[in-house]
């Protein structure tokens, strides 16, 4: 078994290599600071953009791109093998996909190891418009806020494999990533390091909220809302269905917002489901190219949020004057 690469794991969260992240990186300062007693500026001015990955940014579920086909086994096959062994074992499927993957290539003679995965993530198809969005987003933020120092991050919490999302070309447009990971050298086949199921991605929402980002932390400390730098009315919520249902609701019932989409020209049944059960804000294809429904209706939505900015700072500002 191969040693894992540690170097390079870590997302590209707030990294100063790529272009036009100076800003994150003063965001990240900012949010640092959010936590110090006595800030001299209005700090609560970051937005952050997370999406699930499967379903919501590309097509179909990662594995299905390179994984499955390389070790020859049908996907509609696995996925309906992993569910009944789940079923069976009342085990989380999340972690019985994580087994079942390794078995399947261990069966089939083929050895996967971390570079691999990272390979594969270059087969992965994305929807219209995604690898295009971030700088769309950026651009539509600079040219409405008239509140100066509003920044945005784009956060991705995916049950698939940080492996495979790392050899995406949109990885580095995120500040940071929590997906499932596997640990290469614990045993005889990679052991699930980290497994992210659908309720577990709510963990990940409050970190960002909380700017607790580092996972060797805990999350459940208390921390007064008036002390976490990114506020749920500041953030909203990407997904595809039911598997983001407790992302949403979190969302939603902390006063953050939530979007979800469905496959262009295909059934948008969910959605309507979830829209209608007061789940989400809309719901859209999943055309992130500018000009689509999706996104004018995220921009309606960051028009709301940088208006609630500009109050809050004023409401701020006032309330210093008058100490
Ligand atoms: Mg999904």
Avoid at 85 to 105: F, N, S, V
Avoid at 214 to 227: C, F, R, S, V, Y
Avoid at 281 to 292: C, L, P, Q, V
Avoid at 294 to 308: N, S
Wanted: charged content about 30%; hydrophobic content about 35%; proline content about 5%.
């Amino acid at each position: 078994m191969a040693t894992s690469k540690k170097a390079g794991r870590k997302p590209a969260r707030l990294s100063s290599h790529s272009t036009g992240k100076t800003k994150q990186k003063t965001a990240s300062e900012s949010a640092s600071r959010g936590a110090s007693k006595a800030p001299t500026r209005f700090e609560k001015k970051i937005i952050a953009l997370v999406y699930d990955f499967d379903g919501t940014l590309s097509p179909r579920p990662m594995q299905e791109y390179a994984f499955l086909p390389k070790v020859g086994v049908d996907a509609g096959e696995f996925w309906k093998e992993t569910n009944k062994i789940a079923r069976e074992q009342e085990a989380d499927p999340l972690i019985t996909y994580m087994h079942l993957l390794y078995k399947k290539a261990k069966a089939a003679g083929v050895r996967i190891d971390r570079e691999d995965l990272v390979a594969q993530g270059r087969q992965v198809e994305l929807f219209q418009g995604v690898s295009e969005w971030f700088d769309e987003i950026a651009d539509y933020i600079s040219l409405r806020s008239e509140s100066k120092g509003v920044s945005i991050r784009h956060y991705m919490i995916s049950s698939g494999l940080t492996e495979i999302i790392e050899g995406t070309p949109i990885y580095d447009r995120f500040d940071n990533v929590f997906a499932s990971e596997y640990w290469f050298d614990a045993y005889d086949l990679p052991y699930p390091k980290r497994v992210i199921t659908d309720t577990g991605k709510t963990q990940y929402l409050f970190r960002i909220n909380k700017g607790v980002e580092d996972l060797g932390k805990t999350i459940n400390q208390h921390m007064p809302e008036a002390e976490r730098p990114i506020p749920f009315s500041n953030m909203i919520y990407f997904g595809d269905g039911d598997t983001d249902v407790p992302s949403m609701a979190v969302m939603r019932k902390n006063g953050g917002h939530a979007i979800a989409v469905h496959p262009p020209g295909k059934s948008k049944e969910k959605c309507v489901d979830l829209f209608r059960a007061g789940r989400i804000d809309f719901f859209a294809a999943a055309d992130y190219r500018r000009g689509s429904d999706l996104f004018k209706r995220t921009c309606l939505l960051l028009d709301r949020m940088l208006a609630d900015i500009r109050v809050q700072e004023e409401i701020w500002a006032v309330t210093r004057s008058l100490r």
